[in-house]
């Protein structure tokens, strides 16, 4: 595996909130969000994919160590977002484990009940004062995947810089568009290509577990979803398939959109992705991608349904 990257020191002003993914794929899938808390810098993962020798080697190319991450937030526990390696706590982590508590019987049978360092939530929790998420349970196999929005305010400040994160969806629910809505950055999975899903030497049975609603989004739902959410300023797409996938084909889909874009990489870091506070009453009307019908077309399933 090659070294990841050097990229900038993360901001630590207070009010200010950043964004890099680690790895977003399904070799392993960990973001870090980096806030300020009473006057330290705080580092959050969302998922943690990755083994924790590998986590803690990029955190300290940001700048970021151990000791700065308060919180572990699982969208779910599949080996891909929770590394066997977190099952007992690693050297220098000292952080809250925070599982959905549907997920909590998995977790307690795989060793990762910390005591009091696994916290479960329901609809939410907070991370900090002036520091919330608020969560939506969405399908994904069998125990279901969590999806997060993070708010940050400041002190006699009314604005709110808000993340949105939600990957391995089976699809996108109008109750996850509502939690998500307006956020001022999106991460959201665009996992595949249809056509290239369909062309693959992939077992039928995986094509299905991906493409029939309770696995993966494909390009062309991402994209309706990113639509229907309309994030203020920056969309960021994660866990892209190696095989059934390009990064280019995500790209063009969004041609046009007034939100910026970043694309993950399965083993490199992405630049810092600036979470930027806006008005909370305030919603921006996004300008829509343009699809042409035809396009439209290549992403149908061979049954007429839409991947």
Not at 225 to 231: F, L, Q, R
């Amino acid at each position: 595996m090659s070294a990841l990257p050097v990229a900038p020191a993360p901001p630590v002003a207070p009010g200010e909130v950043a964004l890099c993914v680690l790895a977003s794929s399904s070799g392993g899938n960990c973001s870090v969000l980096v806030h300020q808390d009473r006057g330290r810098r705080r580092a959050v993962l969302i998922d943690a994919g990755l083994s924790p020798r590998r986590t803690g080697l990029a955190l300290a190319r940001l700048g970021l160590r151990p000791a700065d991450v308060s919180d572990i937030c699982f969208t779910h526990l599949d080996t891909d977002h929770c590394h066997p390696g977190w099952r007992r706590p690693p050297r220098g982590f000292d952080a809250t484990l925070r599982v959905h508590r549907r997920h909590m019987g998995r977790a307690e049978r795989s060793g990762m009940l910390f005591g009091t360092r696994t916290e479960p939530f329901d609809d939410g929790f907070e991370l900090a004062p002036f520091a919330r998420v608020v969560t939506s349970l969405l399908e994904h196999d069998d125990l279901g995947v969590a999806a997060f929005r993070f708010e940050f305010s400041t002190p006699g400040d009314s604005r709110v810089a808000s993340l949105g994160y939600a990957t391995d969806l089976g699809r996108v629910t109008e109750h996850c568009v509502r939690t998500l809505a307006g956020v001022g950055t999106l991460a959201i999975e665009s996992n595949y290509c249809p056509r290239l899903q369909i062309a693959s030497p992939r077992p039928e049975f995986l094509k299905r577990r991906i493409m029939e609603g309770s696995g993966h989004l494909s390009n062309e739902e991402a994209l309706e979803a990113t639509w229907s959410i309309a994030p203020r300023d920056h969309a960021v797409f994660l866990h892209l398939s190696r095989e059934c996938n390009r990064p280019d084909l995500v790209s063009a889909l969004h041609e046009g959109a007034d939100y910026a874009r970043t694309i993950a990489h399965h083993a490199e870091p992405t630049r810092w992705v600036a979470v930027r506070a806006h008005d909370a009453g305030d919603r921006v009307v996004q300008t829509r991608p343009a699809m042409e019908p035809a396009q439209l077309r290549l992403f149908a399933r061979p049954d007429g349904a839409r991947a």
